[in-house]
């Protein structure tokens, strides 16, 4: 099938008969409350009844219902699940025979976006319930009590017709509504019925609220654009006069077409949109019958050939600029600026990435580079430098196997028992003022006492805090302890985390992030040279102290609480940061934690599992 190009010269329908009930499923909602005024200002409806889940407790419910009594309507607000037949049958039932009804329109809807992957029962069930179950309970009471309507109107989607990233169970939903038009159309011909699948609609309240700036960027990359509310309304009158049973009131940016058009990425079903696009369509498959078929392992033979062209030393940086333009099309840069405005390596999560956004870049550098690249290409490579290594290291022929340095990969054999084991960086915080192994022998040398005064950096009541009496709770006996300095002084932005998830995070975490990049600094070593290596990470960790005294996250920290204070995390965190692909490891066995973290590591060097561990 194709969309093409439809008169839409604004029409109204026959007039409601001045009696007659109007039902608006969810007519609480932004849609739903635009075509209540729309009905009542233009079509000349005098009864609405209107319903959505929460009916007059939704938000601006009162408000609505004023104002539409204010315009001279009668109007009911009801809570009530459509998708529940016994519910809808005793809402119509108690309909008064004196307003029968005589229009529906099906505006509900609900939302639980996520990729194909990581769809559940509970994100189908609510969002099918809403539209599908809802639909056929009305179409089967109104087939049951043999009640002939003006006016059956369903608010379907152009998601269920050209499909739309992360809205798999949305897509279905909508296109159910479209094949019941059709199915009453076939059936009852009698009874006017109309799909209409919208675009977006030019509000700022609703399910439009919902869509971040790279969900508003893949909409207008797409070729959509808003619909204005007049032309929308406007719309949804012309389609009342329409003998098709499904439509599609949708607005284009054709220049948005005409260039995907010409890039090849154009839909079929948009074809019949932009006439120079099928011409296109057809010398290129006429193309493909003579030369073979315009495949993956083709398209990656240009890119190999486009990347042989660039002289070795500028290879990766290409790479990397191939990654950031379309890293920058994915999050809605405006072109021009878009390979500037993305940093190299930056990781995706701060940049602004989630699973639905990922997914799309894959999908874009899989049609750049001919590639069949995993789902979780963003996961297993964080930052664009290293997914453009990636790409690298997969492009086909002898050449893609040097494009890049990729880290050394060798099978490390299995070694006995006894093979000894080489210590070749430490790191460490102790009270005293210990900073390095250094410090702290020097300490021991010094037969110093590593405890002193409480700190006075740290927002604490020194002085509130100290009672001599020691059964006074809430207090100190004590004016002194062993404390680490400059707890607070924890460099976040060098390691990629935010202010706000830093002071959420238990200070644990952050010690174990200085002293693991500061053992491997004192081996000699790049930490940032050892990513993607077999480098295994084994932490005893014992206490965790520092979220639990909260009775409640404090305010904007409830995001972050939860892993930041996990000892579980404590390993993995290490990992991420510098990028390791050996074992990730928290041991807690109380007193031995630490022992048993360093017996593991050796373990795992001498079985062949890592190449190097930090313990």
């Known amino acids: 099938p194709q969309l093409t190009p439809h008169a839409a010269t604004p029409a109204l329908p026959p007039a409601l008969h001045p009696d007659g009930m109007v039902l608006i499923t969810g007519g609480t909602g932004t849609l739903g409350a635009l075509v209540a005024r729309h009905y009542v200002t233009t079509r000349g409806a005098r009864h609405l009844l209107l319903t959505s889940r929460r009916g007059p407790d939704a938000p601006g419910a009162t408000d609505l219902a004023a104002e539409l009594t204010a315009l001279g309507a009668t109007v009911t607000i009801t809570a009530c699940d459509t998708s529940d037949p016994d519910q809808l049958a ?100 009698d009874q006017p019925t109309h799909s209409l699948a919208w675009g977006l609609w030019d509000t700022t309240t609703g399910m439009t609220q919902s869509l971040n700036i790279a969900g508003r960027g893949r909409i207008s990359g797409s070729g959509i654009s808003g619909l204005a509310v007049d032309r929308a309304l406007d719309l949804l009158d012309t389609a009342g006069t329409s003998v098709e049973p499904a439509l599609a009131p949708v607005a284009f940016d054709l220049t948005v077409l005409r260039r995907r058009a010409e890039s090849g990425a154009l839909p079929d079903m948009l074809s019949g949109l932009i006439p120079s696009a099928a011409s296109v369509r057809r010398q290129s498959r006429r193309a493909a019958t003579a030369d073979g078929p315009a495949t993956s392992s083709s398209a990656a033979a240009v ?29 809605g840069y405006p072109a021009g600026s878009a390979v500037d405005s993305v940093p190299a390596d930056r990781a995706f999560k701060d940049l602004g990435f989630d699973s639905l956004t990922s997914v799309e870049l894959r ?81 021991v040398l010094g037969e110093r006492d590593a405890v002193g005064a409480f700190p006075v950096d740290r927002g604490w009541d020194v002085r509130g805090l100290y009672d001599p009496d020691p059964d006074r709770i809430g207090h100190s006996y004590t004016r002194s302890g062993g404390f680490l300095c400059d707890a607070g002084g924890f460099d976040a932005e060098f390691f990629g ?100 973290a360093l017996h593991l590591a050796g373990q795992a060097l001498r079985a062949g599992e890592c190449d190097l561990a930090l313990a």
């Not at 050939?305 to 999050?331: T, Y």
Request: hydrophobic share 45%.
């Open 303 to 331: 890119f190999a050939a486009r990347l042989a062209e660039v002289g070795e030393p500028a290879r990766e940086q290409w790479l990397v600029d191939v990654v950031r333009a379309e890293v920058a099309a994915v999050l």
């Open 90 to 189: 005793s809402l119509l039932d108690a309909i008064p025979a004196d307003h029968p009804l005589t229009a529906v329109v099906h505006a509900a809807g609900h939302l639980a976006d996520a990729t194909f992957a990581n769809q559940t029962p509970d994100t189908l069930h609510s969002v099918l319930a809403a539209k599908v179950d809802s639909a056929w309970n009305l179409h089967a009471y109104l087939t049951w009590r043999e009640i002939h309507l003006a006016e059956f109107t369903l608010f379907s989607s152009i998601a269920g017709i050209l499909g739309n990233p992360g809205q798999a169970n949305y897509a279905a939903a909508n296109t159910y509504l479209d094949a019941l038009a059709h199915h009453r159309h076939t059936h009852h011909p």
């Open 363 to 443: 999908n874009r550098i899989n049609s750049v580079t001919g590639l069949r690249l995993p789902t979780s290409l963003v996961f297993d490579h964080p930052t664009p430098r290293e997914l453009a290594r990636r790409v690298g290291a997969d492009t086909r022929g002898t050449l893609g196997k040097a494009l890049v340095r990729e880290p050394a990969r060798r099978a490390v054999a299995a070694v006995g028992v006894d093979e000894p084991l080489a210590v070749v960086g430490m790191a460490c915080r102790f009270p005293g003022g210990v900073g390095s192994p250094e410090d702290l022998w020097t300490l």
């Open 497 to 596: 985390i935010s202010p706000r998830e830093a002071l959420a995070m238990d200070p644990q975490q952050r010690l174990l992030l200085e002293t693991a990049w500061e053992a491997v600094e004192r081996a000699g070593l790049d930490p940032a040279a050892l990513r993607g290596t077999r480098t295994g990470v084994f932490t005893g960790i014992m206490y965790d102290e520092y979220g639990v005294r909260f009775s409640r996250a404090p305010d904007g920290l409830e995001g972050q609480m939860l892993v930041g204070n996990a000892r579980s995390v404590a390993s993995g965190r290490i990992s991420y940061v510098l990028g390791l692909e050996g074992p990730a490891v928290s041991v807690d066995t109380a007193c031995s934690s630490s022992l048993v």
